[in-house]
């Protein structure tokens, strides 16, 4: 099951990172989507994130 939160990013290079400090305008709002990846024992333990 995918989990989406709406959040505020600065880009960074090649990649995000979610921030609360930053002026809004340095900041894209999107989503961020955590996709289970790895499950050991019946549980996640690492997940893909993907914004957009």
Do not use: I
């Not at 930053?22 to 893909?48: C, F, I, N, W």
């Amino acid at each position: 099951m995918v989990v989406s939160q709406e959040c505020q990013v600065k880009a960074v290079e090649r990649s995000y990172f979610f921030s609360s400090n930053e002026k809004l305008s340095k900041l894209k709002p999107t989503y961020a989507h955590l996709t289970p990846m790895v499950e050991r024992d019946g549980q996640t333990v690492a997940y893909v994130c993907v914004f957009g």
